[in-house]
């Protein structure tokens, strides 16, 4: 056995070199394995700028995902282009430098990443430099990202950070941009700076978007364009943040809060629970969905151009709300003290609960729909421009309430309280309140002028007097009154003083029946309570008006006792004489009497509201009976022939005839009534069919009631709204309809109106809904005929048939020059292809009214033989009459002679004029021929003749 001796300087030189080599193995084993080392870019020239490049990192090497990487550089961007990257942190650093002209300032840092090349991040990453992502993707796994500077994210990259975001910065300005792009982020983003999602981005935030003021004194902005954004919160707090959103989609999971400036454009933001606004709030064509909304104390809430507002639970505001052209869909809306709130321009509440106020409340050409509105005492509720407000159940209202230019409020029950005094409602214009139900005044409602208070139901409060203390003021305003003209009115108050309108000498109302029951006439009165329903007439205005001016009646009743506001049915007495035979003269020797003379009566609207006509004239007129025969009569009714409103038009001339059997030097002119059937009014201009509350109008009671003194209705069936509903036609001028209004001129163009039309409902015979006999026989007056008997309005049926004809009547009271023409026209005459004519039965002529008047002399006197109107001009062979020399038809008092010189006659046919053949006769063979068989009626009549040659001549006559 070979046994080597060691020295000891041996084992003292070994040792050395042991330790040196473990120390080798140590420092291997803790790069290679732990691998924790702070890679630092270092670039260099030769091997480019790629993050992959080895070289370009300090220590030497790549970055794993175990590295904690700082990229300082200021002049060479690491890039990282379709390939991935890795590291345990990144920063972005800024370098100090020095220049001697402006002392030190800094150099910042970028990474690149482009061309889908991505960076995974274990940890955080810290910007205080440039991040510019193009086409590429961030990903950090446990960590945050801060931006300090400027990060851009941008064609269709993403960024996902597991953990937060926060984009500020301390002493300078920092810019976060997402474009095109999609972000995720785990937890909270912070924003104190510079936020941009734009060009179809996605933002998805599993935390809370927190948008707040800078520390650096610089205002947070958030812009959110054309891309989508979620959060769980969203809070822009802080003064002088502002956040913008324009064309995009934000869902937040729970809580919207904004107390600084917010700008939704174009955009739909949903909140799953609440939504605060503070500061300053617009909405422009865009729609919010929020659990809650609440406005902040004295902040402003603009919501405009088509926005929506819908809020399923409650809406609360103590600040300025201004609304244009958009929709508030809520269950509750509660307006606090300070605040105030205006609605304009085509908007809509829908309120499924309950709309609270008490404060400042505007609504302008804007509607209101809810279930239950309630006004404080101090709450001011201002309406105007054609808004309209349905509540389904109840207004509780002790604040005050003003509605300007056809304001509508329509409620189940209005509770109207008084607190201190100071509660009232206030009605211009042709604005209505419509009550269905209860109604309870203890405030003071004033109704101006053509407004109007409607109740549909007689279950009002007004039955319970002992809890009714409130006050009833209509002020109705009389329009241009001359101190000769007379004003028809009634009283829409109980218990009102006719001196209370004027205490001039002329207060009249009318007597139907005077001297034995022959004719009515004017009766004097003074200082009585005016009664309801009943008309009176007051020449002029009161002491000291100045002719020609407006004035104003308050009718104003404190509803105390028996006093209640007029409503539900009415009645009022009507009565008629008994004479019921041929026209005479009456005292003055001048003036006609009729049998209708005894039966006008002079009546009034009696609600504080217009009334239908027409429901008033069905209600009353009775209906028609069309018995086994085809004859039609009237059963029933109290009134026929419609209604006559004065309008007081001309002013009083010694030219016209004595009135109503007095002996006047100056008389009106009787033509100043219309008359209104359902026909329509017999002057085209002259009235819609609503008569107006305060207004006086005549009536013709019916000759063959069973009683002289029978009772007519007024209801609330005839205060029913529609659209053409109107309050405004105070002394002043689904049915197919076709009318014709002709008008009768003398040389002085004075004229005089008449109505003709076809209507469904109508017949041809004489109808009380649609028919009106003229009203003076002492006037110039043009009607048409029914079993000769003159009518200022006729209803004819449908369906309208060209070969109708209508005779015509005129009363001429002095002889002069007059003309025939169309006033106005409407349904299938509005166009020109249906002809009009009148014809000329004394001149043998056929004129075309629409080319213009027809003109005629006429002597004194009533002639309802000379006019037809017809609608062909070639009826029954008018323009095809023969000229023949030899034959000659005419007629005398006895008998109808047709007679030939040269040839024999072979027919004759008789017609009416309406066409109805009454008599035809053949093979005469005879040169003359005398017909006695009818008896003369000075009707006229259309005789047909043919020779034996064929040859025919068609001639009119009056026999």
């Not at 029914?786 to 009363?811: H, S």
Request: charged share 15%; with cysteine.
């Amino acid at each position: 056995m070979y046994i080597k001796t060691i020295t000891t300087r041996s084992i003292l030189n070994i040792a050395p070199l042991k330790t040196y080599y473990c120390l080798i193995i140590l420092c291997l084993f803790s790069f290679s394995s732990f691998g924790q080392t702070t890679k630092t870019w270092s670039p260099s020239g030769l091997f480019g700028f790629s993050w992959n490049t080895a070289a370009n990192w300090s220590p030497w090497g790549v970055p794993t995902i175990n590295d904690d990487v700082i990229i300082s550089y200021y002049i060479y961007a690491p890039i990282i282009n379709n390939f991935d990257a890795q590291a345990k942190s990144v920063k972005i650093d800024k370098t100090s430098a020095w220049l001697p002209i402006i002392g030190s300032f800094y150099y910042r840092a970028r990474l690149e990443i482009s061309n889908t090349g991505s960076l995974t991040v274990s940890g955080s990453i810290t910007n205080d430099g440039y991040l510019n992502v193009n086409n590429g993707r961030v990903t950090t796994t446990s960590g945050d990202l801060l931006n300090a500077f400027e990060t851009n994210i941008s064609s269709s990259s993403q960024l996902n950070i597991t953990g937060n975001i926060t984009n500020e910065i301390y002493g300078s300005v920092a810019a976060f941009t997402v474009d095109n792009s999609t972000i995720t982020v785990s937890g909270n983003f912070r924003n104190t700076e510079n936020l941009t999602v734009d060009n179809s981005s996605s933002a998805t935030i599993n935390g809370d978007l927190v948008n707040i003021y800078g520390y650096d004194s610089n205002a947070a902005t958030l812009n959110i364009d054309d891309s989508n954004l979620s959060a769980t919160n969203i809070s822009n707090s802080d003064s002088g943040s502002t956040m913008e959103i324009n064309g995009s989609t934000v869902q937040v999971t729970n809580q919207f809060t904004n107390l600084q400036e917010l700008t939704v454009n174009d955009s739909d933001v949903t909140v799953n629970q609440k939504f605060n606004s503070g500061y300053s709030t617009t909405f422009t064509n865009s729609d919010l969905t929020a659990t809650n909304f609440e406005n902040y104390y004295l902040q402003n809430l603009t919501v405009e151009d088509n926005s929506t507002i819908n809020v399923s639970s409650s809406f609360t505001s103590d600040g300025y709300i201004n609304v244009s052209n958009s929709i508030f869909n809520v269950n509750t809306i509660d307006f606090l003290y300070n605040g105030e709130a205006n609605f304009s321009n085509g908007s809509l509440i829908n309120a499924t609960n309950t709309i609270y106020s008490a404060s400042e409340f505007h609504l302008s050409n804007s509607n209101i729909q809810s279930s239950y509105v309630a006004l404080t005492f101090n709450s001011t509720f201002t309406l105007k421009d054609n808004c309209k407000v349905t509540v389904e159940n109840d207004i509780n209202a002790d604040g005050t309430v003003i509605l300007e230019d056809i304001v509508q409020i329509e409620t189940k029950n209005l509770y109207m309280a008084e607190e201190n005094g100071r509660s009232q409602w206030n009605l211009f214009d042709d604005s209505y309140l419509m009550v269905h139900e209860h109604l309870d005044l203890q405030a003071k409602l004033n109704i101006f002028n053509n407004a109007s208070l409607i109740q549909t139901s007689t279950t009002d409060l007004n039955d319970v007097a002992e809890n009714y203390h409130g006050q009833l003021n209509i002020n109705r305003i009389a329009q241009n009154i001359e101190n000769h003209d007379y004003v028809y009115w009634s009283a829409p108050v109980m218990s009102y003083n006719l001196d209370g309108i004027s205490t001039s000498t002329n207060r009249y109302i009318w007597e139907p029946t005077t001297n034995g029951g022959q004719f009515g006439n004017w009766s004097k009165v003074s200082n009585t309570p005016m009664q309801l329903g009943k008309g009176y007439i007051v020449k002029g205005g009161p002491s000291g008006h100045t002719s020609g001016e407006n004035y104003t009646t308050n009718f104003s009743m404190y509803l105390r006792g028996s006093n209640r506001i007029p409503n539900g049915t009415i009645p009022v007495t009507v009565s008629r004489g008994t004479y019921n035979d041929e026209d005479y003269y009456g005292p003055s020797n001048t003036t006609k009497v009729t049998k209708y003379d005894d039966n006008w009566n002079l009546i009034g609207n009696p609600y504080p509201s217009a009334i239908s006509a027409d429901a008033f004239l069905t209600a009353n007129s009775g209906s028609l009976y069309t018995n086994e025969e085809g004859d039609v009569s009237v059963d029933g009714g109290i009134i026929e022939g419609g209604l006559r409103i004065w309008t007081h038009g001309s002013a009083p001339s010694s030219t016209y005839n004595d009135p109503f059997y007095a002996n006047e030097t100056y008389s009106y002119n009787p033509n100043d009534y219309i008359t209104y059937t359902l026909a329509g009014s017999s002057d085209p201009s002259g009235f819609s069919g609503y008569i107006a509350s305060c207004q006086g109008f005549f009536v013709l009671m019916r000759q063959d009631t069973p009683s002289q003194s029978e009772t007519l209705n007024f209801t609330n069936a005839m205060r029913t709204h529609t659209s053409e509903y109107t309050n405004a036609e105070f002394f002043r001028t689904e049915n197919t309809k076709n009318r014709i209004w002709l008008n009768l001129k003398n040389s002085k163009d004075i004229a005089t109106n008449m109505l003709l039309g076809y209507f469904d409902g109508a017949v041809n015979a004489k109808d009380p809904l649609y028919d009106a006999i003229i009203m003076d026989p002492n006037t110039t007056s043009i009607y048409s005929l029914i079993d000769n008997e003159g009518f200022v309005v006729q209803g004819k049926a449908n369906p309208f048939t060209n070969t109708d004809t209508v005779p015509l009547g005129v009363i001429i009271k002095e002889k002069d020059v007059y003309s025939i023409g169309i006033s106005a026209v409407d349904g299938l005459f509005e166009t020109t292809n249906q002809d009009i004519y009148l014809e000329d039965l004394y001149e043998n002529k056929v004129h075309d009214l629409r080319t213009a008047p027809y003109q005629f002399s006429s002597e004194v006197g009533t002639f309802n033989d000379r006019f037809v109107l017809v609608y062909e001009a070639n009826k029954l062979g008018i323009d095809e009459t023969t000229t023949l020399n030899d034959l000659n038809i005419f007629a005398t008092k006895n008998y109808i002679k047709v007679s030939s010189k040269t040839n024999v006659v072979n027919t004759i046919t008789i017609y009416d004029i309406l066409g109805r053949a009454l008599f035809n006769t053949k093979n005469l063979n005879t040169q003359e021929v005398l017909l006695d068989q009818f008896a003369p009626t000075n009707s006229p009549l259309i005789i047909k003749a043919t020779l034996a040659n064929g040859k025919t001549k068609t001639q009119k006559v009056i026999y």
